[in-house]
Structure formats: structure tokens, C-alpha cells
């Protein structure tokens, strides 16, 4: 058995940051505070560089963690850290032929079989009851300057978000382009139809309310007291939680989204006997990226290749630092738990004006131009699902 040591020198050749280290007292006492909620003294406190002994430092940990990365990479070891419990969802309605998710959304979506129907929960069990029929339609376009309401909210104001409200209309009629249309839709009215308003989304989640160029909302009638409920897949229920976005979250009911009792939704008729897997909260709803013969939605881990998960395999990375077992997928880690060869200390700051590009010690803090702090650009990951935005194909 051998030992040794490697002594490294960092440049730092971008503004490089690590914030500091606070007591538990210390957090206790901004705990549940916005950075902006807290006084000068505290904001630079809590913003300042980690030191030991008033020496700038990288603590070790940071370095053990970036560098098993990098081992990982040169060594193409395994990726363990890929979560399975998030799933893939998209939408293509208006893409162009040649977008490589045309022709599957086509496959999997066809929005003229689309239905309408309210939510119904029975103990764990979600179901779908189908929407009274209406000339032939579980639902129905409306415009919004047709629209009489007090409580709807435009699409084009910036305090925009989703709603249900119970309307009435008297008639329908088609449209030159085969869209059924409900005629005097009016809030709490005295129609001949009773239903509920349902708006969704006008793009408020990425700044661009006022810009929308949506002009309508659908109307779904009342339920259909003669129509058993139709189930929904519990795995269908469990990816479309996963798939939430924010603003969905705040749009609707908390991590549940839509999902309440009573809630009109809408969805594609699964075959005969078939639990439903495609439902949503608007006609053109996303559905789940599939991989062929699945029934469920992909997770990032779906697209490891299975000779990078296996966990019965020790890799380089693993063996040089270590591991807990831990299952992958539905593979089961029976592997005993395995203590690092590798130990990596603080990186302090050198008093030698030779490696800081020639400035004195006292001198290499980033110049915050007259600001009392700086707040770096976080860089946002790209949607998987919008990999055509950012891919050269």
C-alpha cells in the first residue's frame, strides 16, 4: 500500500466565490429572512467570502466535490445522480413539420378528439366524470370581448392567472374552421346551459402577458350524471405532479396543481377499459414523452444507458472516493459501504503577489464599481424539452 500527497497552486482567472460559513446562532437569527430584509451589517455578513483566520479559503470539501466531478468526466464513470422521479413533458401545437416532436405530439395528440369532463376523487383514486354533450361537444370555445363577467380577469392584464367560474350560455355555433363557439356566455346568467369557465395560461410565467395573442377561453358544461367516471392511471397522477411547473403551482392548488375535486378538466378517451393517461388543464395540454411501449412518462434516468447505472459496478470515481450504497432505478445496491482514499485540504490564499497577477494581497477582491455587494447571473438550464432552441441540427 502507498501513500502520498499532491500540492496544487488555483488561479483564479474569473471572479471566483464562496460564501461564508455561519454559527448556528448565526443562522437561527436571519433564518426566514430575504436578502433584502436584512440590515447592512447582516447582508455582508452573510455575503462575505469564506475565511479562516481572516484568510480567504476554499474549504476542501468544495474542492473534494469538483474534482471527483472531474474524475468522473475523464474516467466516463458512472452517473448515479440522475433523478428518476421527475418526468419529461412537451407540447408542440403550432411547430413547424420539421421540429423532430411534430410528428410525435401528432401521434399522441389529436386535438379533435379532445374531451371534457370534472375531476372526481374517491379516497387515493382520481377519476374523470365526462361533461354533459352539447351539439356533439364536451366543450366550448368563447371570446373573451363576448364574454360577460365581472369576476374574469383579461388575458391581457398582468395580474392574470387561471379561473373557474360558473356561466351560462344559450347556443352554439361553428366556426369556419370547425371550432364550435358558446353564444351569450354570461356569469351567474340564466341561459339555457349551465357550465364553467375555464381560462389558462397567457404566457404571464415568461413576461410576456400583454403580448399574448390568444383571444379565447373554453366553456365545459355541467357534468354528465348518466356517464360512469372514468379512472385515471395512478402514474399518470404521479408524473403530472412531477411535471409541474411554479407558476402552475401558484396558478392553481400547491404541488397538487389542478388536481380538486369538482376541477373541469380536460382529457384524450383511453381505449376501452383503459385507465386515462393524457389529461390537462387546457384543450392543447402537454402530454408525456414516452419511450416506445411505455406507458409512463421518461425520466432523466430513462436516457442513461444501463451500463452507466449499474450499481453492482465500482468505478474509478468510487473507488477513489468512496461511496453509500444506493439503488438506482429499480436496481438494488447491495454493495457494503466503501471510506475514500482521497483527502483534500483548505485552499487558502498565498501571500505571493507573483500568483495573483501581480497585485498585492490586499488587492485581489473584485471591484464592485461603488455597489455595496454584487449579485452574480445565474445561468438558468434549458428545458429539455426545448432542446430545438438550442441544438444545431
Not at 353564444?183 to 410565467?205: F, H, I, K, P, Q
Not at 438494488?332 to 494581497?361: C, T
Request: aromatic share 10%; net charge neutral.
Amino acid at each position: 500500500r502507498h501513500t502520498g500527497q499532491i500540492t496544487a497552486t488555483l488561479r483564479a482567472v474569473s471572479p471566483l466565490y464562496t460564501r461564508t460559513g455561519l454559527s448556528p446562532e448565526e443562522f437561527a437569527a436571519i433564518s426566514g429572512k430575504s436578502f433584502s430584509d436584512l440590515s447592512v451589517a447582516d447582508k455582508r455578513r452573510y455575503a462575505e467570502f469564506f475565511q479562516i483566520n481572516d484568510v480567504p479559503t476554499i474549504p476542501g470539501s468544495s474542492l473534494r466535490g469538483m474534482l471527483r466531478t472531474l474524475v468522473e468526466i475523464v474516467t466516463q464513470s458512472k452517473l448515479t445522480r440522475v433523478t428518476d422521479s421527475e418526468r419529461y413533458f412537451y407540447r408542440a401545437v403550432a411547430a413547424k413539420s420539421d421540429d423532430p416532436l411534430a410528428a410525435p405530439y401528432k401521434r399522441a395528440f389529436n386535438h379533435r378528439n379532445v374531451r371534457a369532463g370534472y375531476l372526481v376523487q374517491r379516497g387515493l383514486q382520481w377519476f374523470i366524470q365526462p361533461a354533459q354533450e352539447v351539439d356533439g361537444a364536451t366543450f366550448l370555445w368563447a371570446r373573451e370581448h363576448h364574454i360577460v363577467s365581472s369576476s374574469l380577469i383579461k388575458l391581457t392584464k398582468d395580474h392574470y392567472r387561471p379561473q373557474c367560474i360558473d356561466v351560462t350560455f344559450q347556443s352554439t355555433h361553428l366556426n369556419n374552421t370547425g371550432k364550435r363557439f358558446a353564444r351569450d356566455v354570461v356569469e351567474s346568467g340564466s341561459g339555457r346551459y349551465v357550465g364553467m369557465l375555464v381560462t389558462s395560461g397567457n404566457m404571464a410565467e415568461t413576461g410576456q402577458a400583454q403580448s399574448s395573442r390568444r383571444k379565447n377561453h373554453c366553456v365545459v358544461p355541467a357534468p354528465d350524471s348518466l356517464k360512469d367516471a372514468i379512472p385515471i392511471a395512478k402514474t399518470a397522477i404521479q408524473d403530472y405532479r412531477s411535471s409541474l411547473t411554479d407558476f402552475q403551482k401558484e396558478s392553481f392548488f400547491g404541488d397538487n396543481g389542478m388536481l380538486r375535486d369538482g376541477q373541469p378538466v380536460f382529457y384524450l378517451p383511453a381505449t376501452s377499459g383503459q385507465p386515462i393517461v393524457f389529461f390537462g388543464h387546457s384543450p392543447y395540454f402537454r402530454v408525456p414523452y414516452r419511450f416506445k411501449d411505455d406507458r409512463r412518462a421518461a425520466s432523466p434516468l430513462d436516457f442513461v444507458p444501463p451500463e452507466l447505472r449499474d450499481p453492482t459496478i465500482t468505478d474509478i470515481a468510487e473507488a477513489m472516493f468512496g461511496y453509500v450504497p444506493k439503488n438506482i432505478g429499480d436496481k438494488e445496491d447491495k454493495r457494503q459501504a466503501y471510506a475514500g482514499r482521497v483527502f483534500v485540504d483548505d485552499a487558502a490564499l498565498v501571500d505571493d503577489a507573483a500568483l495573483v497577477e501581480g497585485q498585492p494581497v490586499t488587492d485581489v477582491w473584485l471591484d464592485l464599481q461603488g455597489q455595496d455587494y454584487l449579485v452574480p447571473q445565474i445561468l438558468g438550464s434549458p428545458k429539455p424539452t426545448t432542446f430545438q432552441h438550442y441544438l444545431v441540427q
